[in-house]
């Protein structure tokens, strides 16, 4: 069956330093979303992507994020100057078509800022 | 402001039945979503709404009323593996998704 991957499952960083997370999203799908969920709280909407542009962000989303299609099979969401805030897991998500369809889940990247 | 509300907490017993309710004030509405999530898992979709009334889906069944704000999960032949948190979240009219703080399921033999 196929699956959202990312990578890597695991990154440890010093605040004020740039990351990038990496997912894969299943292939025939072409919504692509980025939430996060800090330990032990609720998960928090980042922002969806479909057509090589950003088609919703939430207000957590700020100038520091980005997120990029750089070819046909990643997504990534950059992470320009990390703070102490940052630390969460980072869930990347697909569909095949819009909302109403199942959002998949990738397995997460536990993004630990020091 | 958003705000979604859940139980946090929440047990029950291996074959009974379980409503996990939801209660939402959003600005606008464009869908409310229920997710399960195991312990240190991802979330995995479950049920989507955005008509009033009975979703289906197995074990599983979510309704809502939008005049009321509220949604509720049905778990019928509660499974051991029940065992999770289950999120409500809510699309609002700016199309961003407000999840709620989840309740924690525990299913016991």
């Known amino acids: 069956e196929p699956e959202v991957t990312q990578t890597p499952s695991h990154q440890v960083t010093q605040m004020g330093q740039e990351v990038i997370l990496r997912c894969v999203p299943i292939?025939?799908?072409?919504?692509f979303y980025w939430y996060r969920q800090i330990l032990g709280q609720k998960v928090e909407f980042l922002v969806s992507?479909?057509?090589?542009?950003?088609?919703?962000k939430s207000e957590i989303f700020d100038d520091q994020f980005s997120v990029e299609r750089p070819d046909g099979s990643n997504f990534t969401l950059k992470i320009r100057s990390t703070k102490l805030e940052d630390s969460a897991m980072y869930f990347c998500?697909?569909?095949?078509?819009?909302?109403?369809?199942?959002?998949?889940f990738g397995p997460g990247t536990r993004l630990l800022v020091l | 402001g958003q705000n979604i509300d859940q139980p946090t907490e929440m047990t029950a017993t291996e074959g009974a039945i379980v409503q996990i309710n939801c209660t939402y004030q959003?600005?606008?509405?464009?869908?409310l979503f229920w997710y399960q999530q195991h312990a240190g898992e991802a979330p995995t979709f479950l049920s989507y709404?955005?008509?009033?009334g009975l979703e289906e889906k197995g074990r599983f069944s979510s309704f809502l009323s939008r005049s009321k704000g509220y949604s509720y999960l049905l778990l019928k032949e509660l499974q051991m593996k029940d065992s999770a948190s289950y999120l409500c979240?809510?699309?609002?009219?700016?199309?961003?998704?407000?999840f709620g703080p989840g309740t924690r399921l525990s299913v016991l033999p």
């Open positions: 709404n955005v008509l009033d």
């Open positions: 959003t600005s606008g509405f464009n869908g």
């Open positions: 979240a809510v699309r609002d009219s700016g199309q961003n998704f407000v």
């Open positions: 992507f479909y057509n090589n542009e950003i088609s919703e």
């Open positions: 998500a697909s569909s095949r078509r819009g909302l109403q369809e199942t959002q998949y």
């Open positions: 292939s025939n799908h072409l919504y």
